[in-house]
């Protein structure tokens, strides 16, 4: 059950354009449509029944889409994202892109560097930190509930993705880059930069029938240390995300498995679909409309939305020095931000 | 909307006075004021009056004739129970649209005169239940509408809380509240019960109560109310004051349905972030999610804008307070009540 939530686009109609088709492409359009926005959509595949599902306009080439809108949100395979962000800033459209940012640290700095270049805004799609109960829980740490934040946990749990592309580590980063770094850019919304990861990674079965865990460490530069733990488990697993964060006057914890305010058993007529797979159940405000409205206010010159680009950088970074620790087993000292040069 | 809506809250005695205060004073669309008069009545040490205002930073006027010549558009009753009767009766004298906090009255004869009162002035009448509004029941409500429960033919829920004297003594007086926690929190589950089935009536109550708990409160502090509705489904609503005074939040509220297709378990306060401080031991409850404060004055709002009825409206409050009454016809008589 999704509320609307009051963040509308002033009229005339924001013009979305989204490129890509894929799971989070479901999540998005149907946010845009209930903002008011007008979406045309341009996909490789799945534009189609994207459109018959949710509705949108399926438009047949990259060129006709940046041709009909004001903004791009891009919610493609990652590879993919630095091409398509790119396309659209030579368009002079503002961008949103679904994480990570880019594939790589020297992707996302070229594709800040080109919108920077090209007069448009740039932003990440960290949708965590517009779930009801991380963004309350952040509010708390900030406003100093349990002082001075020490040590956090992590955990995310779900299905593993079907499409091929998320299984070759090349292409989506493993599941540190493509899932974890949720809990790794939240962890740092709340502690601030890290200076060191640990990493180990964890792999039952092979290839895409393989369950992979994923643990990280994270030390921060103010002295918190932080602990993520990443799965994609096998097929029909309840997407489940659990934390604590623990300060000098106290802790806050939240699993998602215990604090539903609904459950309903169906016995053998129970269609178990809600929230399996890649995304959660949601009840209450819906975390994509409020993302979205806040990323649309700021694309027509409203105030910036509460995660940047360089944010989705930081975030890739850390998850880099993790893929780079579970193959050297060793602790990697995060790169510098300022350090990510175009050329990198 | 397109003019600015003058709304008026009358009395602080019970203390959601404050929170929808504080959901109306977020609204751009509306002119606040409120009055006390009675706050001098209430003992010494409880807040009220000018000072509580100062504090929510609400415009305040000294008395309810002040608010009548200020003509507002709206008022919010938070009176004591049994005070809710006159203020709704002079409200709609004054074409002014109500919403009043629960229990709409504490005798169907007062429900039914208010109900008579606002209908004859053509304003809307509204029965403050914010477990409406909330993202446990309108999912639960979204799914029992489209049929996953099935047919519903057994419910049980509860509303339980600690004492709620704390800073309202009135609220455990028998003449001022009409009762204890029967009265107190009976109307609640009764309530989202009539919005789930349609307003549909209770045939047939029976109830127990004791006062095992606080004994020393001069009303009742545990309760049970056995209900059968129209149509068959069979109710237990246990309505008992029975978290300890260390419990970490006020109290809570949940409600089960049997369907033939499901069985559907709501928990309309568990959207939170638990937590435990030095500062507030266990009791670091961080709720998310929807406000149903904020939602329940919207639906108040927009149907005077939109020209229709409220939900809950009055004719909903009057019948969760014949479900009330009989309850406490069959404590006094120890038999079931027929309606």
Known sequence: MLVTVPVHPPAPPLRVGMIGAGGIAGAHLPAWLNLGAAVSHFSTVGAEVLAARHGGVAVGSLEELLDLVDVVDIVTPTPSHLGYIEAAAAAGKHVFCEKPLARTSADARRAIEACRAAGVQLYPGHVVRYFSEYEATHRAVAAGTVGAVAVQRFTRTGSRPGPDWFHDPESSGGVVLDQMIHDLDFACWNAGPVDTVFARQARIGPGTDGVVSAHVVLQHVNGAISHAAGTWAQPGTAFRTTFEIAGSDGILRHDSGEHKPLVIDGGIRHECAAGTGLLPDVTGISPFELELGEIARAFMGGDPPRVSAEDGLAAILIAEAAITSVRTGQPVTVASIENVGVAA | ?339
């Open chain 2, 1 to 339: 909307m397109t003019t600015v809506a003058k709304i008026a809250v009358l009395s602080f005695a019970h203390p959601h006075a404050v929170s929808y205060v504080r959901a109306l004073t977020g609204r751009e669309d509306i002119e606040l004021v409120a009055t006390d008069p009675d706050h001098g009545e209430r003992p010494a040490g409880e807040s009220g009056g000018r000072d509580l205002a100062a504090q929510l930073g609400v415009r305040y006027l000294e008395t309810y004739e002040a608010v009548w010549e200020w003509e507002p558009d709206a008022v919010v009753i938070c009176a004591e129970n049994v005070r809710h009767r006159a203020l709704v009766e002079q409200a709609a004298a004054h074409g002014a649209h109500v919403l009043c906090e629960k229990p709409l009255a504490t005798s169907v004869p007062d429900a039914e005169g208010m109900v008579a009162a606002c209908e004859a002035a053509g304003v809307n009448l509204m029965v403050a239940h914010p477990v409406r509004f909330s993202t446990a029941f309108t999912a639960l409500k979204q799914a029992y509408d489209a049929g996953t429960l099935g047919e519903v033919r057994a419910v049980v829920g509860t509303n339980n809380g600690k004492l709620p004297k704390g800073d309202r003594s009135w609220l455990v007086d028998p003449e001022l509240a009409g009762g204890g926690s029967i009265t107190d929190h009976t109307v609640h589950v009764a309530d989202l019960l009539d919005s789930l089935f349609d307003g549909v009536a209770a045939r047939s109550v029976y109830a127990v109560s004791n006062t095992v708990l606080h004994g020393d409160v001069g009303v009742e502090t545990g309760g049970l109310v056995s209900i059968e509705l129209d149509g068959g489904a069979v109710v237990t609503i246990d309505c008992s004051w029975s978290r300890p005074d260390s419990y970490p939040t006020w109290g809570g509220l949940t409600l089960q349905l049997t369907g033939d297709h499901g069985i559907a378990d709501m928990d309309a306060f568990n959207t939170r972030v638990d937590g435990h401080s030095q500062a507030h031991g266990n009791n670091l409850w961080i709720p998310y999610g929807t406000d149903p404060d904020a939602a329940m004055i919207s639906e108040f709002l927009d149907s005077i804008a939109e020209d229709r009825a409220p939900q809950p409206d009055g004719r909903s409050g009057l019948r969760t307070v014949r479900i009330v009454q009989a309850a406490y016809d069959s404590v006094r008589t120890g038999a079931s009540v027929r309606l």
